[in-house]
């Protein structure tokens, strides 16, 4: 009996670039976007009709990323910033556990637990101060009626985290 080998699919990284539309909201931005197109296709106007539907799609992404720029790619730890990255906690957790490794009774004061637990205590709290401030931007959504914003906000609570698939 021969068996098959199944062959894993290989997860490819997209590189999308997204166009932040929510800018097109602000008034001065929509007519500066107006006006590009219109200019951009004010060009190609004399053009045939196979070549006119080729440069369509072209002038409409070249004029987009010049007026409304592109979003930018979403974070999945947002409260984990520079001040957690500092090389202060990371290395100094790196250092009690190295210590402890070549003396685990003489090193009291590189001990590796406490040291995780100061680190830990930090992340946590950065945390609940990202968590605070998402919930105080929850509440002026729903108090300026940004509907789509607010329930795009609770989604991500209910939901969590969830990797790509």
């Known amino acids: 009996m021969e068996r098959m080998e199944v062959s894993k699919q290989v997860v490819q990284t997209l590189n999308v670039q997204r166009i932040n539309l929510r800018k097109l909201n602000e008034m001065e931005v929509t007519k500066q976007y107006q006006t590009e197109i219109s200019n951009r296709f004010a060009a190609v106007e004399n053009l045939r009709d196979r070549e006119y539907t080729k440069y369509i799609k072209e002038n409409i992404k070249t004029s987009s990323k010049e007026t409304l720029s592109m979003n930018k790619l979403k974070q999945h730890k947002p409260w984990f910033d520079e001040e957690c990255l500092f090389v202060f906690l990371l290395a100094q957790r790196k250092q009690a556990?190295?210590?402890?490794?070549?003396?685990?009774?003489?090193?009291?004061?590189?001990?590796?637990?406490?040291?995780?637990?100061?680190?830990?205590?930090?992340?946590?709290n950065k945390k609940k101060e990202y968590m605070k401030a998402k919930t105080d931007d929850l509440e002026t959504n729903s108090k300026i009626t940004y509907i789509r914003e607010l329930y795009r906000g609770i989604n991500d609570f209910k939901k969590g985290y969830q990797p790509r698939t």
Request: hydrophobic share 20%; glycine share 0%.
């Open 97 to 124: 556990k190295m210590q402890w490794l070549q003396d685990p009774n003489h090193s009291k004061l590189y001990n590796p637990d406490y040291v995780r637990n100061e680190a830990s205590r930090h992340y946590r």
